[in-house]
């Protein structure tokens, strides 16, 4: 891991994630995520902190912030407020878009920050929808590697690349793999796996995984996605109770 001569104060630096409400998805298209980065963007300017990384994932987002004038729970409530009122009103809905209250970790090392934005990035790689974190095109990896490229601009790389001691060393750390989970999105309002195992056999009704991968595609996501509505249940314990893959369970 690179190293710098010494570690910077990161007071007010965290690492947040806010997840859609049930696990559904907040982003339906293009337009969605483009909003909200614009929306970030206002944010950002508003509370004048700093956005050093970001992951737009269908039903979660991952951040990594700098406050300054605002709190974080300040900039996260102002954020997801402005959002889904705009999102509701596109889909003509009501009610609660995200689930709960956000969650969030301090960022307290160099170490911590580097791995951050490398867990952060990697995100669709862990998800199994990118090969490399450079393959998905709605995290911040782009703006440090190709700077001032992208519509919308917003990213302090600075401090993220001086901690890994250049660009090279960036692109080169995040192409080893995480062994950190960090703010897990299946914890939430995490059960027991005994208590998760119970739900899941109920709902599984003796069905199968082999019978699960038989069903045509959109009667297997549905199925899957019931599953993963189940309160308090993690896709890690469905993966282990149903035997179905990670990649499957999440892309569904």
Same mark, same amino acid.
């Given at each position: 891991?690179?190293?710098?001569?010494?570690?910077?104060?990161?007071?007010? !630096?965290?690492?947040?994630?806010?997840?859609?409400?049930?696990?559904?998805?907040?982003?339906?298209?293009?337009?969605? @995520?483009?909003?909200?980065?614009?929306?970030?963007?206002? !944010?950002?300017?508003?509370?004048?902190?700093?956005?050093? /990384?970001?992951?737009?994932?269908?039903?979660?987002?991952?951040?990594?912030?700098?406050?300054?004038?605002? =709190?974080?729970?300040?900039?996260?409530?102002?954020?997801?407020?402005?959002?889904?009122?705009?999102?509701?009103? &596109?889909?003509? @809905?009501?009610?609660?878009?995200?689930?709960?209250?956000?969650?969030?970790?301090?960022?307290?090392?160099?170490?911590?920050?580097? !791995? /951050?934005?490398?867990?952060?990035?990697?995100?669709?790689?862990?998800?199994?929808?990118?090969?490399?974190?450079?393959?998905?095109?709605?995290?911040?990896?782009?703006?440090?590697?190709?700077?001032?490229?992208?519509?919308?601009?917003?990213?302090?790389?600075?401090?993220?690349?001086?901690?890994?001691?250049?660009?090279?060393?960036?692109?080169?750390?995040?192409?080893?793999?995480?062994?950190?989970?960090?703010?897990?999105?299946?914890?939430?309002?995490?059960?027991?796996?005994?208590?998760?195992?119970?739900?899941?056999?109920?709902?599984?009704?003796?069905? =199968?995984?082999?019978?699960?991968?038989?069903?045509?595609?959109?009667?297997?996501?549905?199925?899957?996605?019931?599953?993963?509505?189940?309160?308090? !249940?993690?896709? &890690?314990?469905?993966?282990?109770?149903?035997?179905?893959? @990670?990649?499957?369970?999440?892309?569904?």
């Amino acid at each position: 891991m690179p190293r710098t001569p010494r570690e910077k104060s990161y007071s007010g !630096v965290y690492h947040a994630m806010v997840r859609g409400i049930n696990k559904q998805d907040i982003f339906q298209d293009k337009e969605d @995520r483009i909003v909200f980065l614009e929306k970030l963007k206002k !944010v950002k300017k508003c509370s004048e902190c700093k956005i050093y /990384a970001y992951c737009l994932m269908d039903n979660h987002v991952h951040l990594l912030i700098g406050e300054y004038k605002e =709190t974080i729970g300040q900039i996260m409530r102002r954020l997801g407020s402005t959002y889904a009122l705009w999102y509701n009103k &596109k889909y003509n @809905r009501i009610g609660y878009l995200f689930q709960g209250r956000f969650r969030s970790e301090p960022v307290d090392s160099d170490s911590y920050l580097l !791995v /951050a934005l490398r867990y952060i990035h990697q995100n669709p790689v862990k998800a199994g929808i990118a090969r490399h974190c450079g393959d998905y095109p709605w995290t911040s990896y782009h703006e440090y590697i190709n700077p001032g490229q992208q519509a919308i601009c917003l990213i302090d790389t600075e401090l993220g690349l001086d901690v890994a001691g250049g660009l090279k060393q960036f692109i080169e750390f995040h192409h080893g793999q995480d062994d950190h989970d960090f703010i897990d999105i299946d914890d939430g309002t995490k059960i027991s796996d005994e208590h998760a195992e119970e739900l899941i056999k109920q709902a599984l009704s003796g069905i =199968t995984a082999f019978e699960i991968l038989k069903m045509s595609k959109a009667e297997r996501n549905q199925f899957i996605r019931n599953l993963k509505a189940l309160p308090g !249940v993690s896709q &890690k314990q469905i993966e282990k109770v149903t035997g179905l893959s @990670r990649n499957i369970i999440q892309r569904a």
